[in-house]
């Protein structure tokens, strides 16, 4: 058969790529703009993480809300969500937790085309591994729960999950003998600074002031209400603000007069150089402690548990390192000639429940989305739904109604213990 000419359009994008390629970025738009702050906005966000930025995109696309800023102490996606190891999935055990990473999932399946911007979500599967009769037996359960909720997920057999991992030592002598695993096939990963570059760039078409560089240090209030911030680019007025700073919400919570229940740890993940192909699914490991995936560029991203103490050092130790490679090699002894290229951490808020934090605080129009603790870069897009959703209208979306402050108070709490994954 004849080889098919390459369609206009085609040639019209390769040559584009090359011309490109040696200009230097020569004459690109820039992406968002960086606006000198107003005197006062309708809503100022604080963080210009994943969560910030979305919330901020959905206030304007869902709410038409426009006269606001992001306040960004650092650069955009420079906490945690330019740090995380990039797994999306929607396999709680818990109803309430089910709806709302399941939305995310969804928003996540849809946000290349809404946003106009490849955010490269490759919906790859996650098996999480079980190494014990009991663990399998919660397996089930958890499996049946998710199915109940309309969730995707299977079992899997030690073979099954040796034909999706052929390097995985599946032999009874091995250091932790595997039992099984279940699968949830639509769950993968996404480009984390693409994430955040991609509501960056939606929220500025808007008129949003995405402003970098700008630490908040105090929160005015007058009368018990928030009137507005004090940040290193000077007094910026606000009607309501909202916080969405990850590791650092006690920190912004104490600049406003209350308390938040969140431990503040660091979790770390390390990579591997780059490899042939060797893993194209998600591997979850709970009881010993290890989670991979292989990236792109064959790299093996690996992370273990996080840091058993408080700290707000972005490192983390090389006990926690130690171990997760332990971890690793007793499932794949043929990664023990490997060499680790970078290792690097990020500060996570935890919860008690280890569920999130969307609600408001006992400072009049002052709202926060926190305690995503290891896994809230799944939760992205609902995170930023429902917090816009909150903001703009006073009222909790139903999806969060389960998760206020109040269930510190009054104990219906959602213990997402197991489901957080391998790092709590
Ligand atoms: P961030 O992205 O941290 O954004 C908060 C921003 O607030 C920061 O940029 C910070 O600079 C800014 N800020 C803080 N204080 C101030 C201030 N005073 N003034 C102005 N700005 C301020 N989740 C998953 O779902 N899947 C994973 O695979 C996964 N892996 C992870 C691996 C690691 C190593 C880590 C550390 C986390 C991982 N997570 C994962 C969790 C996930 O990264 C976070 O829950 C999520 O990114 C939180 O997003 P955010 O927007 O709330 O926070
Ligand atoms: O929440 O899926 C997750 C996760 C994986 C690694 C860290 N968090």
Redesign the pocket.
């Known amino acids: 058969m004849a080889a098919r000419k390459p369609s206009f359009r085609s040639r019209y994008s390769v040559l584009s790529l090359i011309r490109n390629a040696l200009s230097y970025h020569d004459g690109w738009a820039q992406a968002w703009r960086s606006p000198t702050p107003k005197e006062a906005y309708d809503v100022i966000i604080?963080?210009?993480?994943?969560?910030?930025?979305a919330s901020a995109y959905y206030l304007a696309k869902n709410h038409g809300i426009t006269n606001v800023a992001v306040?960004?102490?650092?650069w955009?996606?420079?906490?945690?969500?330019?740090?995380?190891?990039?797994?999306?999935r929607s396999n709680y055990l818990y109803p309430e937790s089910a709806r709302f990473y399941e939305l995310s999932l969804q928003l996540y399946e849809g946000l290349s085309r809404d946003l106009n911007y490849n955010v490269m979500l490759s919906q790859r599967g996650l098996i999480n591994l079980g190494f014990s009769r009991h663990e399998m037996d919660l397996f089930g359960r958890w499996s049946n729960a998710l199915q109940l909720n309309g969730i995707d997920s299977e079992m899997l057999t030690p073979a099954e999950i040796k034909k999706l991992a052929p390097l995985i030592d599946i032999s009874p002598s091995a250091r932790f003998p595997l039992h099984g695993g279940f699968i949830q096939r639509r769950a993968g990963i996404a480009r984390h600074d693409a994430v955040?570059w991609g509501y960056a760039r939606a929220a500025d078409a808007y008129g949003i002031d995405i402003i970098q560089e700008?630490?908040?240090?105090a929160v005015r209030r007058d009368r018990g209400r928030v009137v507005g911030l004090e940040?290193t680019k000077g007094y910026i007025g606000a009607k309501k603000v909202g916080i969405?700073?990850?590791?650092?919400t006690s920190?912004?919570a104490e600049m406003a007069g209350f308390r938040v229940p969140l431990d503040s740890c660091?979790?770390?993940?390390f990579v591997s150089e780059p490899i042939k192909p060797v893993l194209d699914v998600l591997l979850m490991a709970g009881l010993v402690h290890v989670y991979l995936s292989q990236s792109d560029k064959g790299e093996l991203v690996i992370?273990g548990g996080s840091d058993a103490y408080n700290s707000y050092a972005q490192r983390g130790s090389f006990s926690t390192i130690e171990h997760t490679v332990e971890a690793l090699l007793s499932l794949f002894p043929a990664f023990s000639r490997l060499r680790l290229m970078r290792q690097?951490?990020?500060?996570?808020d935890i919860s008690p429940d280890r569920s999130p934090i969307i609600d408001k605080t006992p400072v009049e129009n002052f709202f926060v989305?926190?305690g995503?603790?290891?896994?809230?870069?799944?939760?992205?897009p609902a995170?930023g739904w429902t917090f816009a959703h909150l903001i703009a209208t006073d009222r909790p979306h139903p999806l969060i109604e389960p998760f206020g402050l109040d269930r510190f108070r009054t104990g219906a709490l959602i213990d997402e213990g197991a489901a957080a994954?391998v790092?709590h």
Do not use: D, S, Y
């Not at 660091?266 to 993940?269: K, P, V």
């Open positions: 604080v963080g210009g993480g994943g969560h910030g930025l306040l960004e102490k650092g955009l996606g420079g906490g945690n969500t330019g740090r995380n190891t990039t797994v999306v955040a700008c630490e908040v240090k940040t969405a700073v990850a590791g650092h920190v912004l660091a979790l770390q993940a992370g690097w951490a990020g500060i996570t989305n926190a995503w603790g290891t896994g809230g870069f799944k939760a992205i995170g994954g790092a």
